[in-house]
């Protein structure tokens, strides 16, 4: 007879489960069973009070991409001798599992993860919601005024549940954006309008505009700039 954790406060006694998909494994010193085929951040979200692992780039309507890494937990596959990082909403739960979601080597990691983005984004909401959670006071950095993570959520939402791709992460490094497929002004005619990108982001920097088509995050590089560069970058007819 095994007692198991079903959430933060009630555990059951368990015979056996036998003929089930059943992974048995520890989350923060409690004993959980979970079914097989799912991620750690899918087992420990229907499970209240077990664990606590935040979560950005992560929506269960769409494939998990690991873009934000906020979700870091600690696991060991050998019964707790050697710990090892991985991102919850990628990591496959597995028989005997140990995972750890509030070490203090995570809280560290997490901390510096929202410290940029406080940087990057200090007036969204969700992200001032961890820094308060994680006490992360005033970033270390020249602070930003965006207000997309470059989660992907949006982009994902698009092509994975309504099968467009109206709009993309463009660029790369500090100028990586999302926005319409080769910066257009306007959305194409691939956007049906659904709003599935504004439901999911995490930030709200999405929003739907009077003409029931989102409007994105304002542009780093202004349209200005970016037809200079493509008039520059025209190679004249020989
Ligand atoms: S607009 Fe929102 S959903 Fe899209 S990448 Fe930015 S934060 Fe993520
Ligand atoms: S939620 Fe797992 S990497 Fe973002």
């Known amino acids: 007879m095994a007692k198991v954790w079903i959430n933060g406060e009630t555990s059951v006694e368990v ?3 036998e003929g089930v998909n059943a992974v048995h494994l520890t989350v923060d010193d409690k004993d959980i069973v979970v079914s097989g085929g799912q991620t750690i951040l899918q087992a420990v979200e229907r499970m209240p009070g077990i664990g606590n692992i935040p979560a950005l780039c992560y929506h269960p309507a769409v494939k998990p991409y690991g873009a934000c890494r906020i979700c870091t937990v600690e696991v060991s596959e050998d019964g707790g001798s050697k710990f090892k990082f991985v991102a919850a909403c990628l990591y496959p739960v597995k028989e005997g599992l140990i995972v750890k979601t509030q070490t203090e080597k995570i ?44 989660c992907g959520l949006c982009v994902r939402a698009c092509q994975e549940i309504i099968g467009k791709s109206a709009i993309s992460l463009v660029n790369r490094g500090i100028y990586k954006e999302v926005a319409a497929p080769f910066y257009a002004y306007e959305l194409s005619g691939d ?47 020989s």
């Open 15 to 17: 015979k056996h489960a």
């Open 107 to 150: 809280k560290k990691l997490r901390k510096g993860i929202i410290e940029l983005l406080l940087a990057r984004c200090p007036n969204v909401k969700r992200v001032q919601e961890l820094a308060k959670e994680y006490g992360v006071e005033k970033p270390r950095f020249v602070l930003g005024d965006q207000d997309c993570i470059l």
């Open 191 to 237: 956007c049906i309008g659904c709003g599935d990108c504004a439901f999911v982001c995490p930030t709200g920097a999405i929003e739907m505009g009077p003409d029931g088509k989102p409007v994105l995050p304002k542009v780093k590089i202004p349209y200005a700039e970016i037809e200079a560069m493509m008039k520059k970058e025209t190679v004249p007819p």
